[in-house]
Nanobody, 123 residues
């Protein structure tokens, strides 16, 4: 049973920083795709940053240069460090995992497992 639990969201002023964490279950092993997505009500879920099956990192256009994805395998935690936050970054952020193939397109439909999300508000 795959579990993903996000934390670290909150309210921050423009230009501020946040670190999101995703604690994942021990049955998620090397070779899984793992990543962060975000969604604003009424919009599609948008890929923010992903580790693919070979641990390569890909970023969405909105994240490039400001956000950093990382992973602590010993603690089973996926991180997203966000800097220079903008009001347009306001969204629910989700952690996702996929045992199969994923690529640089950061498509939400490629991911099978999802956390419940953590809200980020920049204002």
């Amino acid at each position: 049973h795959v579990q993903l639990v996000e934390s670290g969201g909150g309210s921050v002023q423009p230009g501020g920083s946040l670190r999101l964490s995703c604690k994942y279950s021990t049955n998620i092993r090397r070779g899984y795709c793992m990543g962060w997505f975000r969604q604003v009500p009424g919009n599609e879920r948008e890929g923010v940053a992903v580790f693919d099956n070979e641990e390569r990192i890909f970023y969405g256009n909105s994240a490039e240069g400001r956000f950093t994805i990382s992973k602590d395998r010993s603690q089973k935690i996926l991180y997203l460090d966000m800097n220079a936050l903008k009001p347009e970054d306001t969204a629910m952020f989700y952690c996702a995992a996929e045992p199969g193939f994923c690529n640089s397109r950061l498509r939400a439909e490629d991911f099978e497992y999802w956390g419940l999300g953590t809200q980020v508000t920049v204002s």
